[in-house]
């Protein structure tokens, strides 16, 4: 089993940061990166990274969240700032193939979800 594992979640004021980090059991993913979910909503692409360092983010996120990686540690990351109450829902680590960035699919792996909370 293919295992990711979140972490860094939590409750924040509007105007804070956070960061986000997610481990998986195997190396070598063509792609890995966050989704969210707040409820009553789409599970929405957040930012993710390729094996290249090529990186996609949603529109609304660009200039204040920032995704990383760090392949040696089968890790990605995403840093967070100048957080806003839209920002809120359950952040979820995901992982794929290089296909899957190019096509603007999900991977076929995904963590457990973390909750990222923003108070006005």
């Known amino acids: 089993q293919v295992q990711l594992v979140e972490s860094g979640g939590g409750l924040v004021q509007a105007g804070g940061s956070l960061r986000l980090s997610c481990v998986a059991s195997?190396?070598?993913?063509?792609?890995m990166g966050w989704y969210r979910q707040a409820p009553g909503k789409q599970r929405e692409l957040v930012a993710r990274?390729?094996?290249?360092?090529?990186?996609k983010y949603e529109e609304s996120v660009k200039g204040r969240f920032t995704v990383s990686r760090d392949r040696a540690k089968n890790s990605v990351y995403l840093q967070m700032n100048s957080l806003n109450v839209e920002d809120t829902a359950v952040y979820y680590c995901?992982?794929?193939?290089?296909?899957?960035?190019?096509?603007?699919?999900?991977?076929?792996?995904w963590g457990q979800g973390t909750q990222v909370t923003v108070s006005s």
């Open positions: 995901n992982a794929g193939s290089l296909g899957d960035f190019f096509r603007d699919r999900p991977g076929n792996y």
């Open positions: 990274i390729d094996s290249r360092g090529s990186t």
């Open positions: 195997i190396n070598n993913f063509g792609v």
